[in-house]
């Protein structure tokens, strides 16, 4: 028999993430039925907020974050215990005398922060920025990955 | 007779084929405009050179971008971005000189410049 065990209660991400999806379905409902639907969150109307995903696997987390246009000098990762903090400033290519004829895109400073459930390695976190998505790749700490102990007859 | 659904058709496949059913999203975009033309800049992360598709036909500048297709160890735990390619389409300012659009992208961030003509200098015509 195989006992895996591991370092949280809650060692099912879904749990960590449930309240950050449960917040955005309840302001999609709320907008769905005041604006109908395509309406983004109220926080994002006025402020950059930048899409994410995360992956896990026994050994790491991938987050993933779309923020086309930038220099990697521009972006900051930081990792305060076990919360993950995506940041930057994206500074606007507009001049005096320019017309703006459409302006869709946001600029200025953006911010996601991320509570992970379980320990990274701190030193061993990877992050890398191609076609404007930035991947960071934070390998779970030894204590925190699963373990299989076996159980021997006496 | 036929009622047909009008769908996107991919370029490059012949009017008589099925068109697949492709689901695209709107890329976020700014416009400049200036003097001696245009600047667009379409936000599409994801999106390398070999992905973009550039069309002008008739007076319409017609972007697309394809995404890489990503594959990340592990399974999906949270998810927000949106998998599917980028498609918008523009009629473009008749003053706008097609033949001297240029594109560039980098970092998701495609940049086209659109120069007007330039004004044709008086000519002068001389009596048989």
Redesign the interface.
Known sequence: MNIIRYRYPQSDFSFAFDSLASMHEELDRVFESTFGSGFRPLGTLTRWTPALDVYQDKDQFTVVAEVPGMKKEEIDISLHGDTLTISGERKSHEKQGDQAFRAERFFGRFQRSLPLPSAVDTEKVKATYKDGILEVVLPKAEEAKPKQIEVSLS | MNIIPKQQNEPGRRSDERPRQVQYLTP???????EEG?VI?A??????KEGLEIMVDNGELVIVGHR?N?K???????????QHDFRRVYELDPAIDTSKITAQI????LTLTLPKAEKVKPRKISVE
């Not at chain 2, 990340?72 to 949106?82: C, D, N, Q, S, V």
């Open positions: 976020l975009v700014d416009i400049e405009s200036k245009y800049r936000e599409m992360p994801g999106v390398a890489r990503f990340y160890p592990g399974e999906l735990a949270y998810r927000e971005i949106k980098d970092q998701g961030l």
